[in-house]
């Protein structure tokens, strides 16, 4: 077994460093840094996304370039989704996208700005997680943003955060959009108005994080302003990678990092790991903290058994439901925002919580010309049980973690992504949508898939030639539509056949680039929390890890927003740590 590395005599000192610059580490670095007597430095592999240069990609509304655009995302990152065909043999492979740019997942995702249900961090307070029931966390989410429609409803809402959200108004909902909510109307399911507001079932207008242009918003512009990019005591490093915590003794005093092609440490007084639910745990791992056995026999120095590491990897497991529409009913030309409404419904199944389940309206799947004629109904299992891991394949940093997400392992999940299919195949073949749906067909994120979604002017022109004529004619529609399933049982045959759904959902099951709980939150006689209710990890001193990774269990959200808010809340619980350190006052400060 090697020996665990020590810090370069020359290191860069900092009182705190952030290893990752996604949606927490932007959070972090702008309100640690407000203190100007805190040294801070924040690392993140990609390039940077600065205020006021955002690429126009990025900055549209519509995400589909940006999320599948592999210069914002890492290479050679691929997971185990679901198993093929008990869940007993080998794991369906597949790409799998993880932001590696300024801003991380802000900068690329879905736009998706939702909090989650109350009941989420009720169930986080339950699993040992102490202070972060929703009385606790409601103020942080009030606190980072800025509601463009409600912000005046301060009980529930903020008006004086970074964050810009709003609303896509019914007004702007494509004929498409508007048939599905009729028909969800005819089935039962209420109109609401609001995305964020009390915990109930019903067809709601999405909820985003786009600002009054229209653009995108990203934590790497809105809390890393131009301003606070100015602070003397902020140092921002991109194209940096972290390749491990070091120690002395149990204690963490810096990182060893890459940047321009060299190897380099720096010091520090906290080191907060945020690279997020899959880079985190295998950083801890390649650090000497998660499970003794499996990391001695990599030959990594343990530093801190801790069980927990790498394991409790969590996913919103999803499928879609696809129809060519009818012209008149689909997005306008231009750039503008693709999903109008979501379905928030109730399972029903026991044990489950009210709200356990999402559908998105898109009315439109890609960013191509094939995309723009194809609406997908979109379900995902809002609240997730099956349980994945995250291990190291190598010590090697240039090595990426091995992920199996187990997607479906938990019978739960199998029979209520069922019950979705079952839901967006009936709306789509109802016969009020005869009109607007010209065919409907099953639909997945392949591989293949993946590959003509990658923004490349060789998709475009096959898709710019194919789309005209899938318009006009219906058999050669028919046959592309039919390459594109490759292979899929016919939506019919779905539909009709149990068994058939069964193994239609375990090999085609995707998630919706949520991964969570890998270094979860929990009392410190948990064996398998990773850190206490403060974001410390447990069993050393001076590292912290604040991510998705840290959540107990899945929220029934986009994470985006919830992950922001942990930022927020865990900053505030630093500062007010220093400030008791200091012998200062502390009152109303979360403590750490």
Avoid at 318 to 347: C, M
Avoid at 460 to 478: E, H, I, K, Q
Wanted: hydrophobic fraction near 40%; include cysteine.
């Amino acid at each position: 077994m090697t020996e665990q590395p020590s810090l370069a005599a020359d290191a860069a000192r900092f009182d705190v460093v952030i290893l990752g610059g996604g949606s927490a580490g932007c959070v972090l670095a702008a309100r640690l840094s407000e203190e100007a007597s805190r040294s801070v430095l924040l690392v993140e592999a990609g390039q940077d996304l600065r205020p006021g240069e955002m690429p126009a990609d990025i900055a549209s509304p519509y995400p589909g370039r940006a999320y599948f655009n592999t210069d914002w995302t890492w290479p050679g990152l691929r997971v185990g989704m679901g198993k093929d065909p008990s869940n007993t043999g080998d794991a369906t492979i597949r790409p799998y996208e993880q932001a590696r740019i300024l801003g991380g997942g802000s900068s690329i995702n879905g736009i998706g700005a939702n909090r989650g249900s109350p009941h989420d961090y009720a169930e986080w307070a339950a699993e040992g997680a102490t202070g972060w029931g929703w009385a606790d966390v409601l103020p942080y989410f009030r606190k980072l943003e800025h509601d463009l429609e409600l912000g005046a409803e301060t009980d529930l809402h903020g008006q004086d955060g970074p964050l810009p959200i709003q609303r896509v108004p019914r007004a702007r909902h494509t004929p498409f959009a508007r048939q599905v909510e009729a028909e969800l109307g005819r089935q039962g399911h209420a109109s609401r108005e609001d995305q964020n507001g009390r915990w109930e079932d019903g067809v709601f207008p999405i909820t985003v994080n786009l600002d009054r242009e229209g653009r995108r918003t990203s934590t790497a512009t809105v809390y890393l302003t131009t301003s606070v990019r100015a602070r003397p005591n902020l140092t921002l490093w991109t194209g940096t990678e972290a390749e491990r915590v070091l120690f002395q003794g149990r204690r963490a005093v810096g990182a060893r990092l890459r940047r321009d092609g060299r190897v380099i440490d720096v010091a520090a007084g906290l080191v907060i790991v945020s690279n997020g639910a899959l880079h985190s745990p295998a950083l801890l791992l390649r650090s000497g903290v998660g499970p003794g056995r499996a990391l001695q026999q990599l030959g990594i120095p343990v530093v801190a058994a801790r069980e927990g590491v790498g394991r409790n990897l969590l996913e919103h497991p999803s499928i879609g439901v696809s129809a060519f529409i009818r012209p008149d009913t689909r997005l306008p030309g231009g750039e503008h925002y693709h999903i109008q409404s979501i379905l928030r419904w109730s399972s029903g199944l026991e044990g489950t919580p009210p709200g356990d389940m999402h559908l998105a309206v898109n009315t439109r799947s890609g960013w191509h010309a094939v995309g723009h004629r194809i609406a997908t109904l979109f379900n995902w299992v809002n609240k997730s049980y099956s349980q994945g891991s995250v291990t190291l394949a190598s010590p090697d940093p240039g090595v990426r973690p091995a992920v199996d997400f187990r997607m479906l392992s938990d019978e739960r999940d199998l029979v209520r992504l069922a019950q979705a299919f079952r839901l967006a195949a009936g709306v789509l073949r109802a016969p009020a949508m005869a009109g607007v749906v010209l065919e409907a067909f099953p639909s997945t994120y392949s591989a293949q898939v993946k590959k003509l979604l990658q923004p490349s002017w060789q998709n475009g022109v096959l898709t710019a030639l194919a789309g005209p004529v899938m318009d006009r004619v219906p058999m050669v529609r028919s046959r592309i539509l039919a390459m594109a399933q490759e292979g899929n049982a016919p939506l019919d045959v779905l539909c009709q056949d149990e068994e058939a759904l069964r193994l239609h959902l375990r090999r085609h099951v995707g998630g919706v680039w949520h991964p969570c709980g890998t270094c979860r939150l929990g009392a410190a006689d948990d064996p398998m929390a990773v850190c206490d209710p403060d974001g410390r990890v447990i069993g050393v001193e001076g590292l912290m890890v604040c991510d998705a990774s840290v959540m107990p269990t899945i929220p029934c959200a986009n994470l985006n927003v919830p992950v922001i808010m942990i930022a927020e809340k865990m900053a505030d619980g630093v500062r007010a740590a220093g400030r008791a350190a200091a012998g200062g006052p502390v009152a109303g400060a979360t403590a750490a």
